[in-house]
């Protein structure tokens, strides 16, 4: 029937003249033609038309929108859509919306002229909405959604992999199918997955420089060769029909979806086009999400494997107190559990292993840092508390028993040695003394004398040093009561003034202001500033000057002592709180054995303190000590003391 009336809608002007003086030439239509969407609209609510044929993406409306709203006002208009790029999502609400039938570009004029006369045809006998093209379409449609889904929610590669090509054969109406991937290393295309392809060609390789399926990975755009009466083509193999659609991940070609027809000599639809990429748009998102979550599952079993293999105990508790990850080793720490997981339980429901729990109860606020947790079977592990952000508390546990018991045979063996000593020692020093008594000594032999006095003098605080430290260090004897610290340096002082004097160094005290109190040992606080202004005087010459300062400053007592002596380089530096160590150039010049500061370090450490030290060889040197006031009520220093000592 002729003068049925046609409307193209395109905001091409080449594209309008070439659907309306080629498509349309021969056949006895009126052509309307609209610039873009919203003048389409205006035009086929006016008049409405026989038959649209738009273009999709327009500005303001596109072609989908135009029609939708069209059905909206009651038009029941058939149409034809263009595309760009076959899109499942364009194509579903374009069936959705009345569309007949779509193309995307580039597309073959006389399979449009075809679609147009069956479309009028089908309107003419009232036969518009179950055309059967639309019933194929529809059912085509409705594969690709049911492949889609289920080949996204796949996460094994290889049948990912197998699907997509059995289905794009079953779309296409294909004689044979491939999937072919990148390979990153050589740059070449390889088969990873076919459909009725015969053996030979699985292994074949192609090159992205000279082949068809190269230059799909080289534009990102689908090639469609095909027609009626098609001569073979040649790629590797002789085909008569074939499309090649790339397979995206994001702006990236990491492979293509072909399917061909080599022996049936049937062109492949241009239809086709659409729906398979459709599908390799399915498969690049499926292949990419099976390959992070083989990665994953990889990256998941290493950390499993060391998990389970390490010796330390690691166990993952959330901030409420439930277990997340908790490792063999840790396992034998949750006595209550037995053969359960212990994961997603809480922690205080698996164990009553009180050492554990005190370490994990953060109630108080900050959670500890460090401590000591024991097993049953008498165990001693060192424990590490730290957070892992959003997730929970991480403690890691390593058992150093047998650290703890080489550091009892320690302290015992010095002990005894110390008492073993002491009674010879006791027993030189005194016959010493008696000698000169028995009878004059000339000089030489009185300074012998002198000397090995010195010498058994030297021993005797080595010894006792050792005891000192050996007693801190196992918190023995530790005393806590407020004290007040320009009282305790005062009297350290004093003791010294003496041996000052004979330097010619002038030794004094400052305490400004009003000084809080410390909660702390006065015996070992005095200790602590004895052996700093003993160093400071052995340190500095004749003449100098060294100074005790203590003060209040933001909630703390800070006390300074520096003098006016040889300095410490900045080698030396961060190494002189290490026991026996001693700075370059002092052995043989000044007596001393290298304990005094690892003493002094150890009594700030269990005061809760800080130490450090700020020297400039040659001009002088300070330690600055930093002790909690006891201006705080005795739970705030408590938790300080404990959260230094932890630490
Ligand atoms: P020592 O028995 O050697 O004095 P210490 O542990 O008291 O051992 O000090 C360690 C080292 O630190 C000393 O050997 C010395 O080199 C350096 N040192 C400590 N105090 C001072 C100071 N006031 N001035 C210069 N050097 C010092």
Known sequence: MAGERILVVDDSAQMR?????????????????????????????????????????????????????????????????????????????????????YFVKPFDATELQEAIQRILRAARVGNVRTGVPDQRRLEALNTLIAIGKSVTSLLDLEMILSRVTEAAVYLAGAEEGTLMLVDSETGELYVRAAKNLEEGLRSMRLPVRDSLAGRVVKTGQPLFIGGEGMQKIKTQYLVRSLLYVPLKVRDRVIGVLGVHNRLVDRPLSQEAVGIISALADYAAIAIVNARLFAQSEAERTKLSRILHQIQDAVLLVDYEGRIVLCNPVAQKFLDRAGDENPVGHWISDMTDNVSLLDLLDWSTGEPPKQGEVRLGDERIFNAQVSEVQGVGWAVVMQDITHLKELSRIKSE???????????????????????????????????????????????????????????????????????????????????????????????????????????????????????????????????????????????????????????????????????????????????????????????????????????????????????????????????????????
């Open 17 to 101: 003249d070439f659907l309306a003086n080629v498509v349309l030439l021969g056949d006895d239509y009126v052509v309307d033609t609209a610039e873009d969407g919203a003048e389409g609209l205006a035009v086929a609510l006016a008049n409405p038309p026989d038959l649209i044929i738009t273009d999709q993406a327009m500005p303001q409306l596109s072609g989908l929108e135009m029609v939708e709203e069209l059905r909206q006002a009651g038009h029941d208009i058939p149409a034809i859509l263009i595309t760009a790029e076959g899109s499942e999502n364009i194509a579903v609400r374009a069936l959705r919306a009345g569309v007949m039938d």
């Open 413 to 647: 063996l010095l002990t005894m040695a110390s008492h073993d000593l002491r009674s010879p020692l006791t027993a030189i020093l005194t016959y010493i003394e008696l000698i000169s008594r028995v009878g004059e000594l000339n000089e030489r032999q009185a300074q012998f004398a002198r000397q090995v006095k010195q010498s058994v003098q030297s021993i005797t605080e080595l010894i006792d040093d050792l005891l000192r430290l050996n007693q801190i260090e196992a918190g023995l004897g530790h005393r806590q009561e407020r004290v007040s610290l320009p009282q305790i340096a005062r009297h350290a002082i004093e003791a010294f003034q003496g041996q000052a004097e004979v330097k010619g160094i002038r030794l004094r005290l400052e305490a400004e202001g009003e000084v809080p109190p410390v909660f702390g040992d006065p015996v070992r606080l005095r200790h602590m500033y004895a052996n700093l202004v003993e160093n400071a005087i052995k340190y500095t010459p004749q003449g100098g000057e060294v100074r005790v300062a203590v003060t209040e400053e933001g909630g703390e007592v800070i006390s300074r002592v520096s003098d006016t002596g040889i300095g410490i380089s900045p080698e030396d530096q961060p190494h002189i709180f290490n026991q026996f160590y001693r700075a370059s150039g002092v052995t043989g010049k000044y007596r001393g054995i290298g304990l005094g500061l690892s003493i002094v370090k150890s009594i700030v450490d269990r005061h809760g303190g800080r130490i450090w030290v700020e020297s400039q060889p040659g001009q002088g040197t300070t330690f600055t000590i930093v002790l909690p006031a006891a201006t705080m009520n005795e739970d705030e220093i408590q938790s300080e003391v404990g959260r230094y000592r932890r630490s």
